[in-house]
């Protein structure tokens, strides 16, 4: 901004000067019309002087105007850089907020998958199907239990076979395969 106050404060000076010689030049005609070598010689003088000094002037304008033209065109130079570098940032900026955007997504289903995948991995697995299993031989040999007691409790003279499928501390030394096939097929007739 000084550089462009500068400038026109130059282009003013130069109008002033430009006047002064105008001026000048009249009193010089009219010391030339009124005669008198020495005020001619005088008046000559004073304009070739003030002449020059309009050109140095004029020249130191033409100077600043053309580093006031040079200073402006890297100015804009440096503006068309930063807005490039500012269009590029909004484009990554944006990109990231899709990315986020995307992974919050992703997260939240992630979130309400994770419990129906892991109930569902879970009652697939080994240990789930044998516990269900260890239960309900539990629930079935609690209740027989409980039903021996009561029946024992009411009828105490009545005679009660045990269970054939009660699991006693003595068959553990027994060998036994774990899995046997089942065999419903009648048996021969001895």
Not at 3 to 24: C, E, N, S
């Amino acid at each position: 901004m000084a550089l462009v106050d500068r400038v026109h404060d130059a282009g003013r000076l130069i109008t002033f000067m430009d006047h002064r010689v105008k001026q000048q030049q009249e009193e010089l005609d009219i010391l030339k019309s009124k005669g008198g070598p020495e005020a001619v010689a005088e008046a000559e003088e004073r304009a070739s002087r003030l002449k020059e000094e309009l050109e140095k002037v004029k020249s130191e304008r033409a100077e600043e105007l053309l580093k006031h033209e040079a200073s402006e065109r890297e100015l804009r130079g440096h503006l068309s850089d930063a807005q490039h570098l500012l269009k590029e940032a909004r484009g990554r900026a944006r990109r990231m907020d899709d990315e986020l955007l995307q992974s919050v997504k992703d997260l939240e289903h992630a979130r309400a998958e994770l419990p129906i995948t892991a109930v569902a991995e879970y009652k697939e697995s080994l240990g789930f199907k044998e516990g269900l299993k260890r239960m309900g031989r539990v629930t079935y040999e609690y209740g027989y239990r409980v039903a021996r007691a009561r029946f024992r409790a009411r009828h105490p003279d009545a005679d009660v076979e045990e269970d054939p499928f009660t699991i006693y501390p003595e068959d553990d030394s027994v060998p036994m395969e774990r899995r046997q096939d089942f065999d419903d097929s009648v048996p021969p007739e001895s």
